[in-house]
Nanobody, 114 residues
Framework: QVQLVESGGGLVQAGGSLRLPCASS????????MGWYRQAPGKRRELVAR???????IVAVPVAGRFTISRDNAKSILYLQMNNLKPEDTALYCC????????WGQGTQVTVSS
């Protein structure tokens, strides 16, 4: 089964930036539409951004203009570049296919202080 490993999270001040990589095992990464998701305490998981296998991107309204998603199919890595972070971006960030086909990883915690 494909394994997903997210990293790059941490504590950052408002206005700061982070880049989250998500490494995928196996050879099926390149064929899947992928997404970054986040879940804050007491809230439902939400889609942050998604990228198709051919590179088409959709970014959620709350992060539009601040976050961008990219992928390196040769390395099977999905990225989330987060700029101008806000306290409301504080959450556990995870990656997966858009239909949750892979086993969820542990995620990476992002905490933004005001």
């Amino acid at each position: 089964q494909v394994q997903l490993v997210e990293s790059g999270g941490g504590l950052v001040q408002a206005g700061g930036s982070l880049r989250l990589p998500c490494a995928s095992s196996g050879s099926t990464f390149r064929r899947n539409d992928m997404g970054w998701y986040r879940q804050a305490p007491g809230k439902r998981r939400e889609l942050v951004a998604r990228i198709s296998s051919d590179g088409s991107i959709i970014v959620a309204v709350p992060v539009a203009g601040r976050f961008t998603i990219s992928r390196d199919n040769a390395k099977s890595i999905l990225y989330l570049q987060m700029n101008n972070l806000k306290p409301e971006d504080t959450a556990l960030y995870c990656c997966n296919t858009v239909d949750f086909r892979f086993k969820w990883g542990q995620g990476t915690q992002v905490t933004v202080s005001s």
